[in-house]
């Protein structure tokens, strides 16, 4: 039996009500909740071009590791289920299959790819500004989690602009009630 629309729509609400926003930064403050990797991660009004709003972005270059990244400290995920970062990104000068990458942690440890943006022919093209959303289960059991975006090109010139990042979370929603 399928469930009736109404049901469909209220589960789908209740999964909405039960978002937690963790940031909603466009870095026009400083990084929030992000730490600045290192050499080739910069927030600077000198890329100003390449924010997709306000003035500041963060651009990441090259591919040093964690010197071309942008990563948060730890936050809390125990009464989570799932994770969504949203945000905005420019590429510039990346040449074909360079990309960047959407990493999460849960020990400061080892990182897990969430999220692999390639550019080149038929994938992601330079100047052009993207959006996008990565949905990232949170490992049952987790207290807490990081979230990194690295750059993994191969020069200072390959770069990546990133800017209006939101992370949310969601716990598990009530269930649907059985049909009567």
């Known amino acids: 039996m399928a469930v009736p629309k109404y049901l469909a729509l209220l589960s789908f609400l209740a999964a909405i009500a039960n978002a937690v926003v963790i940031t909603n930064e466009d870095f026009e403050n400083g990084w929030g909740i992000f730490n600045d990797g290192g050499g080739d991660a910069r927030r600077s009004r000198r890329d100003s071009a390449f924010a997709t709003s ?15 990244s942008m990563f948060t400290d730890p936050f ?3 009464s989570l289920t799932e994770l969504v970062i949203t945000f905005n990104f420019i590429g510039d000068s990346m040449e074909n299959n360079e990309n960047f990458f ?5 020990d400061s440890g080892s990182w ?5 943006y390639v550019f080149g022919p ?3 093209s330079n100047g052009v500004a993207y ?14 989690m990081r979230l990194r975006i690295r750059c993994d090109a191969s020069g200072n010139g390959d770069r ?14 009530p269930p649907t009630p059985a049909p009567t």
């Open 102 to 106: 959407v990493e999460s942690s849960t």
């Open 76 to 78: 809390d995920v125990s």
């Open 122 to 124: 038929g994938t992601l």
């Open 54 to 68: 306000g003035e500041y972005c963060i651009r990441l270059r090259d591919n040093s590791g964690v010197a071309s």
């Open 112 to 116: 897990t790819i969430e999220g692999d």
């Open 160 to 173: 990546v602009y990133i800017d209006d990042v939101l992370i949310e979370g969601t716990n598990a929603a």
């Open 131 to 144: 959006t996008d959303s990565v949905p990232i289960n949170v490992p049952v059991g987790a207290s807490t």
